[in-house]
């Protein structure tokens, strides 16, 4: 029996390359003979690294930069393709994880170090890259990255802006003549599948930034800050629009991108998918399993577990979900997989209770599927 294995990370529990560990054995267990693919996946945000490094037989170099308060973080990245091809995820250096919850404020985090981080990546030699861009800290549209990487953003009086959110409401030009003209030579894709524009009541301040710290105060002066930077984008004409979806992904780094680096936006879970040669394995498969977190009425508009589906039933290989838990209207799970359980016993005291005995309920509950699907009881 050919099996694959393609589940995301369980946020805040097991990376991805964990999650298949821990099923992987538990098969086994069971089939020792079964053909078992181990492909973690990932979507863009956090594990994309780990993911396509795995898959490409590449290498994980790591490098100082400025983190999103500005003090010094270690930032990682990932070569492959003979050094020429890289890829990096921006909550490396400016994520939501690197800031305590106590210290969490939108207005003053900075992208300084994803452009920083970037750059060392551009440094090795690198002329296709991929960026995901989930996990952000911040909702500067990528000014500080733009500033990292030579674009000078500056006040009426021509001085450059501090780092900041905070500051873009002063933004009064861009001059990007001193860019690393790296940047333009490079194919760079932003893997994301977040669909929100820049601006508005589902842009990146109204959607994102409470999530990030901001009081409703602060989303009112992100917000402002951002229409003015987009407005500073389109009279130095880097951007027609920032209605592109995707453009407040990550605090409207993903417009950002789009106007500093010439960047191309692509769904991260099809590319990733793409780029770890899903495909190539389902051929003669007889199952697929995947799984997350937590599954809830959002995985099936295009998030990466249901996207791993498409594929799989594409070669009419069925695909059974493994889930932290799973939320929302049961009925809609059967559109989208064979068989969808939750791994949690449901005799947890706490999430974090629920977290710490997260490996121990997912060998349990594959176990069990294990030991039908060998009975011939469920599966292909």
Not at 78 to 97: H, P, Q
Not at 109 to 122: F, I, K, N, P, W
Not at 223 to 244: I, Y
Not at 301 to 321: M, T, W, Y
Request: net charge negative; hydrophobic share 40%; with cysteine.
């Amino acid at each position: 029996m050919k099996i694959i294995l393609a589940p995301d990370k369980f946020k805040g529990n097991m990376t991805s390359p964990e999650v298949c560990a821990v099923i992987r054995g538990a098969f086994l267990a069971v089939m020792p003979d079964a053909e078992i693919v181990s492909l973690p996946m990932a979507d863009g945000g956090e594990g994309t690294v780990d993911a396509v490094v795995a898959a490409a037989g590449g290498e994980i170099r790591t490098v100082k930069v400025t983190g999103p308060l500005g003090e010094a973080v270690t930032a990682r990245f990932g070569l492959y393709n003979g050094g020429r091809s890289g890829v990096l995820e921006m909550s490396s250096a400016s994520g939501l994880a690197l800031i305590p919850p106590e210290k969490r404020n939108p207005l003053r985090a900075t992208t300084r170090g994803t452009g920083e981080l970037l750059s060392a990546v551009l440094d090795c030699g690198v002329t296709d890259l991929t960026i995901g861009i989930g996990g952000s800290a911040t909702v500067d549209g990528g000014a500080g990255m733009a500033q990292a990487l030579g674009c000078h953003l500056l006040d009426a009086e021509g001085e450059e802006l501090p780092p900041g959110a905070e500051y873009l409401t002063n933004l009064a030009s861009i001059d990007a003549s001193d860019t690393d003209p790296r940047i333009f030579q490079t194919k760079i894709r932003v893997a994301c599948d977040v669909t929100n524009p820049l601006l508005g009541p589902e842009g990146a301040a109204a959607v994102y930034g409470p999530q990030k710290g901001a009081t409703p105060e602060m989303v009112v002066a992100l917000e402002q800050g951002l229409a003015v930077l987009a407005n500073r984008w389109k009279e130095s004409r880097m951007l027609d629009s920032v209605e592109q979806p995707g453009d407040g992904a990550a605090g409207g780094l993903g417009a950002g991108l789009r106007a500093f680096c010439h960047a191309q936006p692509v769904s991260g879970a099809k590319l990733i998918i793409d780029m770890l040669g899903l495909r190539n394995h389902l051929a003669g498969a007889d199952l697929l399993i995947t799984g997350e977190g937590c599954t809830d009425s959002q995985t099936e508009s295009g998030k990466l577990c249901s996207e791993v589906a498409a594929a799989a039933h594409a070669f009419s290989v069925p695909v059974l979900l493994l889930s932290g838990a799973l939320k929302g209207d049961p009925a809609g799970f059967g559109k989208t997989f064979d068989y969808a359980f939750s791994t949690s016993s449901g005799a947890h005291a706490s999430i974090d209770e629920a977290v710490r005995a997260g490996k121990d309920d997912l060998y349990f509950t594959a176990l069990n599927l294990a030991k039908l699907i060998h009975a011939g009881i469920c599966g292909k």
